[in-house]
């Protein structure tokens, strides 16, 4: 399964591209605005650092617009991957860019029908939001699993992009039904390192080799 970072602070995705786990990143308005930085900037500046899809997602509603917007921003570098939003304007960009050979990621799916209607549209990626389905007391994974299903059947090739994700069991269950990819929070990816019987472990390796009193170096 790959792995996105979904942020837009360069710091992390610095640290996190030197573990070599890092597949890609996305972006959106949201994660824009809390970095504080000039759009076009940070995203050129993401692109520089990751050689993966790097998802940047167009502000306007209306598909004029859009595809202007979208051709602006797949201009400054090859790994980018254009966000539209799941609406019928957004779908009609997704089949022109897709046609373009320009890569899109189609957000804001919440249903498994919206997902299969993105699929036809030609989308790279499809980004299902799972955490904020659960906000409601929906079932974030049971959608990812009908997706799953519904591609399979059609064999779309439409990569599954598990997004919203809040948590390391969203990531375990995206990876056992077979999702392509999750865009992870970089808190919550930074989770996945940890287990306490690994911080345990290491403690008492360590005190028993100082007991040693040997040296590797
Ligand atoms: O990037 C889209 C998605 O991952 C947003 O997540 O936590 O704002 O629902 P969240």
């Known amino acids: 399964?790959?792995?996105?970072?979904?942020?837009?602070?360069?710091?992390?995705?610095?640290?996190?591209?030197?573990?070599?786990?890092?597949?890609?990143?996305?972006?959106?308005p949201?994660?824009?605005?809390?970095?504080?930085?000039?759009?076009?900037?940070?995203?050129?500046?993401?692109?520089?650092?990751?050689?993966?899809?790097?998802?940047?997602?167009?502000?306007?509603?209306?598909f004029d617009t859009m595809v202007k917007e979208a051709?602006?921003?797949?201009?400054?570098?090859?790994?980018?991957?254009?966000?539209v939003p799941m609406t019928l304007d957004g779908l009609k960009t997704c089949k022109l860019l897709s046609e373009k050979k320009i890569m899109v990621n189609v957000t804001l799916c919440f249903s498994a029908n919206q997902a299969l209607l993105a699929a036809k549209a030609g989308a790279s990626f499809i980004s299902p939001f799972v955490g904020r389905l659960d906000d409601i007391s929906e079932d974030g994974m049971a959608l990812i699993e009908d997706i799953r299903l519904i591609y399979d059947n059609y064999g779309f090739e439409t990569q599954i992009l598990v997004a919203s994700i809040?948590?390391?069991?969203?990531?375990?269950?995206a990876a056992r039904i077979g999702a392509d990819a999750a865009t992870i929070p970089t808190d919550v990816l930074r989770k996945l390192f940890h287990h306490p019987l690994t911080d345990k472990g290491l403690e008492a390796f360590l005190k028993d080799w100082e007991e040693t009193g040997q040296t590797i170096l």
């Open 30 to 62: 949201s994660l824009i605005k809390k970095s504080g930085r000039d759009f076009l900037e940070v995203i050129k500046e993401i692109c520089d650092l990751v050689e993966g899809p790097v998802s940047a997602e167009v502000v306007a509603t209306d």
């Open 166 to 173: 809040r948590h390391p069991i969203h990531v375990l269950e």
């Open 71 to 83: 051709l602006k921003l797949s201009a400054i570098a090859k790994n980018i991957v254009i966000k």
């Open 1 to 28: 399964m790959k792995f996105f970072a979904d942020t837009a602070e360069l710091e992390e995705i610095r640290e996190l591209t030197a573990t070599g786990l890092l597949d890609g990143v996305t972006t959106n």
